[in-house]
């Protein structure tokens, strides 16, 4: 079964950093889609970045993390990082990694899976 255990979230203070963790258990293939979610308080779950691998590589982010978060891969061990700088207050959330297309050895494919959740918590 595959799974995606998130780690790395925390409490940080305004215009700090905080780097999220996402591993990919199982003896996997290929991944088509790796990224992160996140929901603030309240709110609705929103995106954050995601990564294509299918396309070689296409890193997209949301304007408001544009400059500020950044993308990067374990690929030996299947691990998405998500560095986050310059921290505010409205980064305050709960951030879901998030996997699409994730080919096991063996060939069993999942679609659409999502981890557990890590909170992260800026206080201004």
């Known amino acids: 079964q595959v799974r995606l255990v998130e780690s790395g979230g925390g409490l940080v203070q305004s215009g700090g950093s905080l780097r999220l963790s996402c591993t990919v258990s199982g003896r996997i293939f290929s991944i088509g889609v790796m990224g992160w979610y996140r929901q603030p308080p309240g709110k609705e779950r929103e995106f954050v970045a995601t990564?294509?691998?299918?396309?070689?590589?296409?890193?997209t982010y949301a304007d408001s993390v544009k400059g500020r978060f950044n993308l990067d891969r374990d690929s030996d061990k299947n691990i998405l990082f998500l560095q986050m700088n310059s921290l505010e207050a409205e980064d305050t959330a709960v951030y879901y990694c998030?996997?699409?297309?994730?080919?096991?050895?063996?060939?069993?494919?999942?679609?659409?899976?999502w981890g557990q959740g890590v909170q992260v918590t800026v206080s201004s």
């Open positions: 998030y996997g699409d297309k994730i080919v096991r050895v063996g060939r069993t494919v999942t679609y659409n899976l």
């Open positions: 990564i294509n691998l299918s396309t070689g590589g296409t890193e």
